[in-house]
């Protein structure tokens, strides 16, 4: 039958006959570089760079499981055949067809890479749901600058161990790579455990720190929540000083005060990261429920502080005849 391609072919030699691998050799390098120079602006560098490294990885796992399906002309045909029902055969066949439209999709967007892999069986549940998301951190970090400076260096680390494990589990569609050039071929075997080289990846000693990461995050919440309901004049039946105004400040205040059933929940889940060790993906899960939960409340906080701030400021400013 006749094969459908699905993209380029990046395990093969390109027309100026270069091993693409080996340039993914020269990145692994650069992002070791950048992780063990401990600061902020290399951390945020080597983010970026892992996020390109292990979105590669992944086309490349995808391309190889779609590069060898039959054409879409065929299916197409094998649909319209004429004369009773299919084989189970043919019919797997129909339904496991990437057709263009999706074929376009997965092209476009990791997220729709990871969920065909997660299909395939290539990547679990888990794994999908902690790339994705370190996706987002890469994107919170380089496009928004919304991430703590803190956190970046124990997220590069965790996408070291996982780019670590795509490499090692890709299998390219040429078993045997290589080059007219002299120039030495570097496949996907030799990468793997280039990136953790040299690291102690102790999961406990990494959960201890996004639990440390988690507890400042409620700390900050609980610390605001109870700034605003002091601010409503909230009483011990909870009610608020109904003669205050309804304003932006008192909405801002209102909505702070309203995850106060949250915040146990919140705290016991910070806390319990830190017997999250069996696996890396066990420890992040948790570690990024929680974080998208504090996510939709920490913008508010943010603002709350900067309201505290410039009163602050006014204060001193009238105490100093300004």
């Not at 680390?157 to 570097?186: F, Q």
């Not at 309203?258 to 319990?272: I, R, T």
């Amino acid at each position: 039958m006749p094969m459908q391609p699905f993209a380029t072919d990046w395990d093969r030699a390109t027309v100026q006959e270069a091993e693409q691998w080996n340039w993914l050799a020269v990145e692994i390098a650069e992002i070791r570089r950048c992780a063990e120079a401990g600061d902020q602006a290399h951390n945020r560098l080597a983010l970026i760079l892992l996020d390109h490294l292990v979105e590669v990885v992944i086309g490349r796992e995808v391309n190889a499981r779609l590069a060898l399906q039959v054409a879409d002309s065929i299916i197409a045909e094998i649909r319209e055949f004429p004369g009773g029902e299919l084989t189970d055969e043919l019919s797997q066949l129909v339904d496991d067809h990437v057709g263009p439209e999706r074929r376009k999709a997965i092209d476009d967007h990791l997220h729709e890479k990871t969920k065909f892999l997660k299909q395939k069986g290539v990547l679990t549940a888990q794994e999908r749901e902690v790339l994705d998301r370190l996706h987002q951190y890469r994107n919170a970090a380089y496009h928004r600058d919304t991430l703590e400076s803190d956190l970046i260096s124990d997220l590069v680390l965790a996408y070291r161990v996982l780019a670590n494990e795509l490499i090692g589990r890709h299998r390219p569609i040429m078993c045997t790579m290589a080059a007219s050039k002299s120039d030495r071929v570097v496949t996907p075997q030799q990468l793997r455990g280039q990136l953790i080289e040299g690291v102690d990846v102790d999961i406990k000693a990494m959960a201890r720190r996004f639990h440390g990461h988690a507890v400042k995050r409620v700390h900050a919440v609980v610390a605001a929540v109870a700034t605003a309901r002091q601010l409503l004049g909230v009483d011990s039946s909870g009610k608020a000083d109904a003669s205050l105004p309804d304003d932006d400040m008192a909405r801002l205040l209102s909505g702070l005060t309203d995850v106060s059933k949250h915040l146990p929940s919140w705290a016991k889940q910070a806390e319990g990261l830190k017997s999250k060790t069996s696996s890396l993906t066990g420890l992040m899960i948790p570690f990024i429920n929680l974080d998208r939960a504090l996510n939709r409340i920490e913008p508010s906080v943010r603002r709350l502080e900067m309201i505290l701030d410039h009163w602050e400021q006014q204060r001193i400013d009238e105490l100093r005849g300004k």
